[in-house]
């Protein structure tokens, strides 16, 4: 899902594509002929893009999808990663990469995996843990990592059990099972499905459209407040980062310019 009128930011080498389209970050993993399957080097420039524009106050909102419409990511690049024999190194690998899947996780602004088609194993990892999920109508996701012997390893488990329950996050793992989109939005692994005739982008923008109305700030507060949640985060401690990220809010310049615009709408 390209688009075309956005100019390109930055093109790691057989990686990623960058382009800004209005305040919407698009990532665009850009290895259609593996798949987009998630090499080393493109999870690196995962990680890197999402810490390089953590900060940018022009991004309200980043989409991750996939170069084509067959896959979004079809897993870990099983070819980079045939020489990881020990399991040191397995470790590591997977501390590397939940780690640049943690900048995608702490990113201040909603971020959306626009599922151009399939996320399995690591792309399904990759999937959730951006904020939202919006699935072409063809698009399917898969935690099939028990079907080469090993289990979830970069993030994904915890994010599945958050999104979905315990329960279900079990069978999804146990059964290795493929979901269509419809199916996997009945259990709430996918927020929004295209239509078959509907452009994925459209469906993204719909989804976004009420967020982007908010500030920045209030996007990173709310999203970090429900990240603190989500790592168990004590109610004492969540109610004082509540308070601190309110105050900080109130006295910012989009509170004080909301309040005039009511007041001047109230007025006879």
């Not at 995962?46 to 999808?65: E, K, Q, S, Y």
């Not at 996320?119 to 079907?147: K, S, T, Y």
């Not at 269509?180 to 005739?197: K, W």
């Not at 985060?233 to 910012?252: G, K, N, Y």
Request: hydrophobic residues 50%; contains cysteine; charged residues 20%.
């Amino acid at each position: 899902m390209q688009d075309s009128d956005s100019p390109l930011l930055y093109m790691p080498p057989d990686t990623l594509t960058l382009a800004r389209r209005g305040p919407m970050l698009v990532v665009t993993i850009a290895r259609p002929g593996r798949r987009n399957a998630l090499s080393r080097p493109t999870i690196a420039a995962l990680g890197a893009v999402f810490a390089r524009h953590a900060d940018d106050p022009g991004v309200l909102a980043a989409v991750i999808t996939g170069m084509d419409d067959k896959s979004f990511a079809a897993g870990g690049d099983l070819k980079d990663l045939d020489g990881i024999r020990t399991r040191d190194d397995a470790a590591t690998m997977s501390r590397d990469t939940r780690a640049a899947f943690d900048a995608i996780r702490a990113f201040p602004v909603p971020v959306v995996a626009a599922l151009n088609g399939d996320a399995l194993g690591g792309g399904a990892e990759l999937a959730v843990a951006c904020d939202f999920r919006v699935a072409a109508a063809h698009a399917r996701i898969g935690f099939v990592q028990g079907r080469l012997g090993i289990t979830t390893a970069w993030g994904g488990g915890p994010d599945l059990i958050a999104l979905v329950g315990a329960q279900q996050a079990k069978w999804l793992g146990l059964s290795a099972q493929v979901l269509s989109a419809p199916a996997a939005a009945a259990i709430g692994l996918i927020d929004s499905v295209a239509c078959s005739d509907d452009p994925l982008m459209a469906a993204v923008d719909r989804l976004l459209a009420p967020i982007l109305t908010q500030p920045r700030q209030v996007l990173a507060s709310i999203k970090a407040l429900n990240r603190a949640a989500r790592a168990g985060m004590p109610r004492a401690e969540l109610d004082r980062l509540e308070t601190d990220l309110f105050a900080q809010a109130w006295v910012s310049d989009a509170h004080w310019a909301a309040v005039d615009a009511f007041n001047a709408r109230k007025k006879p």
